[in-house]
């Protein structure tokens, strides 16, 4: 069987590794840490980076990558990221959601905004026609957008009732949230998806591993900095 998989795969494995490393430095700090909802932190954080290492893995090695036929063009799409992200962008929203000490509903409503972005952007990939492909892109970025006016609100919201230490760690991790969340759309309709062909498949597998590394390994780094920090967050005030 011959491979879809072409120079592209140099950024796989190095998102393949940074997600390794990461996943293996989240486990080692999150050994001795005893209070079960500090614990929460560690095993969402660890399952994120722990779940893109496989789904990177599988697209190195050309199990995640199958070719759809749009119109007589035929494109390289990796679907394992659809895989990854219908996981790991729940798991997020959590960690964050978790220290800005948000009620059931907020999460709810949080990871539904969530699936549904992510579940029509996975439609959107696989759609036959520009024009169908560019629709479902419309509606999956218009649940991204739902979501960040959710975050900004009722969750941050939320956050305000926290230590100001706390709050000011959600802040952080937030706005970087918002920064690179807006990114993906953006990468995927100048990219092979869009169909427009302005950002070719290598530059485009570069700027999803960037982001991915930075949105997952970055994003835990930051949060789990700090154990002061998140001690406050699960302690009752
Ligand atoms: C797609 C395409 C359709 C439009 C939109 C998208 C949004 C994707 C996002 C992904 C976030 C992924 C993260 C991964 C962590 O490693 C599906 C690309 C809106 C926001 C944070």
Do not use: C, H
């Not at 001795?32 to 095993?43: A, H, L, N």
């Not at 599988?58 to 679907?79: C, H, K, P, R, S």
Request: proline content about 3%; aromatic content about 12%.
């Amino acid at each position: 069987m011959t491979t879809l998989v072409g120079p592209e795969s140099l950024w796989l494995w190095i998102g393949t590794i940074g997600m390794t490393l990461g996943t293996l430095y989240f486990i080692g700090r999150g050994r001795g840490v005893r209070d079960p909802k500090m614990q929460e932190f560690y095993i969402i954080t660890i399952f994120i980076t722990a779940i893109a290492a496989v789904m990177y893995f599988a697209m190195a090695t050309g199990f995640g990558v199958t070719e759809v036929m749009v119109g007589d063009q035929a494109l390289t799409i990796y679907w394992a990221r659809y895989a990854d992200w219908i996981f790991t962008t729940p798991l997020l929203l959590l960690d964050l959601a978790l220290l800005a000490g948000a009620n059931r509903n907020t999460i709810a409503t949080l990871i539904g905004l969530d699936v549904l972005m992510i579940g029509t952007g996975t439609i959107a990939a696989f759609a036959a026609t520009p024009g169908t492909r560019i629709a479902w892109w419309g509606i999956s970025t218009g649940a991204l957008l739902v979501l960040l006016y959710v975050l900004v609100g009722t969750l941050s919201q939320s956050a305000r009732n926290q230590s100001p230490e706390v709050a000011s760690l959600f802040s952080t991790l937030r706005n970087l949230l918002i920064v690179l969340w807006l990114l993906y759309p953006v990468v995927w309709i100048l990219g092979t998806e869009g169909t427009f062909g302005i950002l070719p498949l290598y530059w485009e597998t570069a700027a999803f591993m960037i982001l991915d590394l930075s949105a997952k390994v970055g994003f835990g780094v930051i949060l789990l900095r700090s154990r002061s920090v998140l001690e406050r967050a699960v302690t009752p005030s």
